[in-house]
């Protein structure tokens, strides 16, 4: 019988700064760890224990992994600090994952809003590898300023990867220097010229921007059964045990974490 | 059925003990209390108490424990289970229906599904447990009203029940059936009037029960119904304006199961994760990194306990995780009546349909 909370030995390969809060760190699990685009991990930093981040990397690729980590408390904080060579833990993967099948043959709107675009582009490699399997591929990405915006080297490589893929990016407020548009990721949804009909949305960012997308969304026509959304919760386990990740009676651990808007719009607070 | 008698009783359970570490739930003298005692040496002791009603501690803390180790890393033997021969095999006497159905509300959480906590799974299926009837009921006790028995219908091996020289025992599980015929000389056959004495000791306590709670909803589909329409109701504000959230209720409740996982330094590069349990009641239970928090209001998190056991677990697992053990209400420095919350919200909801 195996012991689900061993955290697997792991070293951490490579960091890559990618803003002056968010790091990427390139992990090499002591074993092949398989995931799908979505699905989460717990991420050990020893002595200070895990938590919860889903892989910006491809879904193909089990050797490695890609974690990008906004610094944002005690966890992330240590994890920070590390430098290549040094050792870590991992168990997963956990959850659900995004909803690849029925994305197939759709036209898929990606929203992102700061580091919520870490697990978003481990979606995009998946979208990518076949984009001929989906109709279009719209990327829709915000950040608080030009310096925040993640994976920058990435963003002309997805413009340029199919005819039927686009991405599109903004900042909050301006900036000096800054030529592109100004605004929340919100803004990127005016005029959206998209198939409503036959589209699935699928965003992760903070709670308020999830919330202010949702409501965009709905109000540019989206059902909520087209609208799937990354939640954040606190969680341990990772396995539908601890009791903390609820939202309404789902576990997010296990059901999600990204959820169909539909199933969790009764719940009072849904976005904190 | 069989009838034994004290004498063999405790020479059944001296074999027993053999099979692993044996409690037997006792009387506090003072509060006239029932807790679970480790018998390591015989005679039993004298103020083993298989009459009265269920224990002040529920039968989760052997399969779950309040705090154990669960891993220590980096370790050679990776993400290898223990022996399972390394985890200590109990036998425990005198569990009652609302902690035997609570054990098995626990389980589906623990041991069915896509994942299977072979912590619990292990130290559960080493428990031998032998059931007892409640000869009373306590004040706070309700499982009446969740359609429950004061006496053990399932979950357990062997069930007991103590009547005038002994007990009437009968095996309820496969290995029940087979620890009676490994003793079968200890056990003797019933006469209809020892039967009768049970069922009457039965009748007496179900009497007592529907009587002090007949003001009180019970707990069915049409409730959970209800509970699940109110949970904009400000009822629950004046439920939870008298909780000082210490998480007594989550601690001591049987279904309770919320557990947290942290890590700590064993020696020089090694470490350990430790496992313990946590209650939904305290503010850090949910809070994220950043101060976010879904359940920032005391009354979030109270409504929260009421909604996890009468409406979530009830979608997720098909069953309410409350069997009326009564324990939350015993040990609420609030006095907060898990019964007269129900009835509340049960009354707030006919109010706003008239």
Known sequence: MKNPYYPIETVVEDVIVETPTIKTFVLAPSRPIKFKAGQFMQLTVPGYGEAPFTPSSSPSVAEKMEITILRTGKITDALHALKPGAEVGLRGPFGKGYPMEKLEGKEALVVGGGVGLAPLRSLIYALLENPKKYKRVSIKYGARSPEELCFKRQYDGWSKAAPNVDFTNTIDVP???????????????????????????????PEIMLKFVTLKLLEVGYKPPQIYLSMNRKMSCGMGKCGRCNVGHYYLCVDGPDMCYDKIKHVPNVFG | ???????????????????????????????????LERV????????????????????????????????????????????????????????????????????????????????????????????????????????????????????????????????????????GEKLVKESRDLFAETRDAQVKM??????????????????????????TEIVRAALQDEAWDDISARCVECGACTNICPTC?????YDQRADGSHFQRIFTWDSCQVTGYARMAGMLNPRPRLTDRVKHRYYHKYDYLVQSHGAVFCTGCGRCIDTCSAGIDMREALRTIQKTAKAAKV
Do not use: H
């Open chain 1, 175 to 205: 900036a000096a220097g800054w030529t592109g548009r100004v605004g929340l990721v919100t803004t990127l949804l005016d005029g959206l010229d998209i198939d409503l009909d036959n589209s699935i949305a699928v965003s992760c960012g």
């Open chain 2, 1 to 35: 059925m069989y009838f034994i008698d004290a004498t063999n009783f405790e020479r059944f359970l001296k074999k027993l003990s053999a099979q692993g570490e044996l409690f037997v739930p006792v009387r506090n003298a003072e509060s006239g209390k029932l807790r």
């Open chain 2, 40 to 175: 390591e040496n015989f005679p039993l002791p004298e103020n083993l108490a298989l009459d009265g009603y269920r224990t002040v501690e529920p039968l989760k803390t052997f399969a779950q424990l309040l705090r154990c180790p669960v891993a220590g890393y980096p370790s050679t033997e990776g993400d290898e289970m223990p022996d399972e021969k390394t985890f200590p095999a109990t036998v425990i006497v005198g569990a009652r229906g609302c902690d035997l159905a609570a054990l098995a509300l626990v389980d589906k959480v623990e041991t069915e599904g896509e994942f299977t906590d072979p912590f619990y799974k292990i130290r559960r299926e080493r428990m031998i447990l032998i059931g007892a009837d409640c000869g009373e009921c306590g004040a706070s006790c309700f499982c009446n009203l969740l359609g429950g028995k004061p006496w053990p219908e399932k979950g357990c091996d062997i069930s007991i029940a103590k009547i005038q020289g002994g007990y009437l025992a009968e095996a309820a599980s496969e290995r």
């Open chain 2, 198 to 223: 049970r069922d009457d000791a039965r009748g007496a306590v179900v009497r007592k029960l529907e009587e002090q709670n007949r003001s009180f909803p019970k707990v069915d589909a049409k409730l």
């Open chain 2, 257 to 261: 199961y919320c557990f947290l996982l």
